[in-house]
């Protein structure tokens, strides 16, 4: 029996040495942080700003976009990392975001927003009460 183990252990080992490694495809960029207010009553909005932390550099920017399909207030905080930002020129624009999602209160949860190849992913936490039934866009403008 422990011929059989030993041989089946040397196997495995030898399995994953051979195999390659799998590298994330993203490369991250920088770091961002936001603050925003969410509202709404079938259509809704959002205003708020941030700060991306790019190349040793804090940029301050702005925050707006509509949706549809929302109900209520919610007011959102978020970090995270930038993916895939190659100049700074690049990160001003509308980001899209496809999920359904509701917050009672108080919550946490992520999200991810592309616009092309750049790709934003943030932790979040929100206060209030938001229902929403389709995503939207969000307009990033820098200061």
Same mark, same amino acid.
Request: aromatic share 6%; net charge positive; with cysteine.
């Given at each position: 029996?422990?011929?059989?183990?030993?041989? +089946? *252990? =040397?196997? !495995? =080992? !030898?399995?994953? $040495?051979?195999?390659? *490694?799998?590298? @994330?495809? &993203?490369?991250?960029?920088? &770091?961002?942080? #936001?603050?925003?207010?969410? *509202?709404?009553?079938? +259509?809704?909005?959002? +205003?708020?700003?941030?700060?991306?932390?790019?190349?040793? %550099?804090?940029?301050? *920017?702005?925050?707006?976009? #509509?949706? +549809?399909?929302?109900?209520?207030? !919610?007011?959102? &905080?978020?970090?995270? &990392? $930038?993916?895939?930002?190659?100049?700074?020129?690049?990160? =001003?624009?509308?980001?899209? !975001?496809? @999920?359904?999602?509701?917050?009672?209160?108080?919550?946490?949860?992520?999200?991810?927003?592309? %616009?092309? @190849? #750049?790709?934003?992913?943030? @932790?979040?936490?929100?206060?209030?009460?938001?229902?929403?039934?389709?995503?939207?866009?969000?307009?990033?403008?820098?200061?």
């Amino acid at each position: 029996m422990s011929i059989c183990r030993n041989l +089946v *252990f =040397a196997t !495995a =080992a !030898a399995a994953l $040495v051979g195999t390659p *490694f799998i590298a @994330d495809a &993203r490369t991250t960029s920088g &770091r961002i942080s #936001i603050s925003e207010t969410q *509202f709404g009553f079938l +259509v809704g909005g959002n +205003v708020g700003g941030g700060t991306l932390t790019y190349n040793g %550099k804090i940029y301050k *920017f702005k925050i707006g976009g #509509i949706s +549809v399909g929302k109900i209520g207030v !919610a007011k959102i &905080r978020g970090y995270g &990392r $930038v993916s895939n930002l190659t100049n700074i020129s690049n990160f =001003a624009g509308t980001y899209v !975001a496809a @999920d359904a999602s509701a917050t009672a209160v108080k919550g946490a949860g992520s999200i991810k927003l592309k %616009k092309g @190849d #750049i790709t934003l992913e943030l @932790d979040t936490s929100s206060k209030g009460l938001q229902l929403s039934a389709s995503g939207g866009g969000v307009k990033i403008t820098l200061e």
